[in-house]
């Protein structure tokens, strides 16, 4: 059976784009520089044909892993019960150590985004918060050793 991939509707929707624009734009502008490259001549030492056959690869590479996973994407139905911690969530939490509250968006994935405090569904914190409730202790056993979240808050994404 294949690999299943979780993904909140607007994460399912950005992929579809993402996916609909390297098959057409993307894979134009480097068949483009490719053959602008070709036209240059001797293709043995012209780093500028083999750098666009490299981003084509990459670029192949990319559609077939983003099209495999939007095949086996199981797409989350949104909800407005904030009783408990679920993807498509955001939950604030208070972590003891630090001494500080933080808000993560739970998301599948792909859609996790550090930056963004975006954390994936799989990622250690993401599944010792998952089903969780408003003033429930959370252990989190991350590589780096364990801490500990208090849950102040559910609201939706």
């Known amino acids: 059976m294949a690999e299943q991939f979780i993904m909140t509707q607007k994460g ?4 579809v784009e993402r996916l609909k624009y390297l098959q057409t734009v993307k894979r134009q502008e480097i068949v483009e520089r490719i ?13 500028e044909y083999d750098a666009a056959r490299n981003e084509q690869a990459s670029n192949e590479g990319e559609i077939m892993e983003l099209d495999y996973k939007i ?6 139905e949104e909800t407005t019960d904030t009783t408990t911690v679920r ?18 968006e739970i998301t599948g994935s792909m859609e996790a985004n550090a930056l963004e405090n975006k ?12 089903g969780k ?7 989190v056993k991350a ?14 994404a």
Do not use: C, Q, W
């Open 12 to 15: 399912y929707e950005d992929a």
């Open 35 to 47: 053959a602008e490259a070709r036209s240059h001549g001797d293709l043995s030492e012209n780093a």
């Open 71 to 76: 095949k086996n994407a199981v797409v989350v």
């Open 87 to 104: 993807v498509g969530t955001v939950v604030t939490v208070f972590d003891e150590d630090l001494d500080e509250e933080e808000k993560y």
């Open 119 to 130: 954390i994936s569904n799989e990622s250690p914190m993401g599944a010792a918060l998952l």
């Open 133 to 139: 409730k408003v003033g429930d202790d959370v252990t």
């Open 143 to 156: 590589p780096d050793g364990d801490f500990k979240l208090r849950v102040l808050a559910i609201e939706l």
